[in-house]
């Protein structure tokens, strides 16, 4: 799985900038990093100077897989050696970048990355292979007669690939995705009721309950009541006459 490539494509654009022709770099004209001699190989054979400053980043892309990236196995590497070991290749080419891999891991140097290198590279905390290749790196670009030229700027390079590889060590990409939950729905939040008689058809309403009856004792004592009050309704009637003439009724 390419699943490092992009980022580190990204950041080795960073470093490679744009359009340069110094006539001291050994490796002539580039842009973003690509030179003529690559471009013609893997882009278009016969291309002039003004066809590469004219590059699309697709054809850019094109060029580092192929001439890079698939070179040194960065989709078999682990986690920030692959951006390591391939940040190395693009600078200072894909074969040394590659042997002085295996010479960190102390394997065969060969070149060419294979099983032995693979299982290594896996059995190595990133983190040290990242930095044992970075020094490794640095010690080479010291040697070169162009370092007084160009020293400054590999120097930069080689610590912000280190820094950058070690924070891909730490905190590789992942193919999980996180799909947010949708607010739960009117009916998702009410309770569901138990599900309908297969044989039957849900009606649109429920069946309104039936009232409920008062309870018996509740009743008597309501007409208890009654029966007390009508009694004195009664006695006061029959004692009203004699009240009325100021009478008083045994």
């Known amino acids: 799985m390419d699943r490092n490539f992009a980022r580190a494509l990204s950041l080795v654009l960073k ?65 920030g050696v692959d951006y390591a070991v391939f940040d190395f290749a693009v600078n200072s080419g894909p074969g040394r970048a590659v042997k ?44 070169l007669p162009t370092w007084p030229s160009f020293g400054r700027g590999w120097s930069a390079r080689v610590a912000s690939v280190r820094r950058q590889a070690l924070l891909i060590s730490a905190a590789p990409l992942t193919t999980t995705v996180s799909v947010p939950l949708a607010p739960a729905s009117a009916d998702q939040m009410a309770p ?12 649109a309403e429920a069946p309104a309950e039936p009232p409920k009856s008062a309870s018996p004792v509740k009743a008597a004592g309501i007409l208890a009541l009654i029966a007390l009050a009508l009694g004195s309704l009664i006695a006061w009637a029959a004692h009203l006459p004699c009240n009325l003439f100021g009478v008083f009724c045994q």
């Open 15 to 79: 470093s490679e900038g744009g359009w340069s022709d110094n006539p001291t770099d050994p490796g002539g004209a580039t842009m973003k990093g690509v030179t003529l001699a690559n471009f013609r190989r893997y882009v278009k054979a016969g291309a002039t100077k003004a066809d590469l400053r004219a590059i699309s980043d697709d054809q850019v892309a094109v060029v580092y897989r192929r001439f890079y990236w698939d070179a040194v196995a960065g989709a078999l590497l682990p986690d």
């Open 192 to 203: 569901t009721a138990p599900p309908a008689d297969p044989g039957q058809h849900a009606s």
């Open 100 to 143: 002085y891999l295996q010479a960190v891991l102390g394997v065969v140097q060969d070149g060419r990355i294979g099983p032995a290198s693979l299982t290594a590279a896996g059995a190595r905390p990133a983190g040290v292979v990242i930095d044992a290749l970075c020094d490794a790196r640095l010690a080479f670009l010291e040697q």
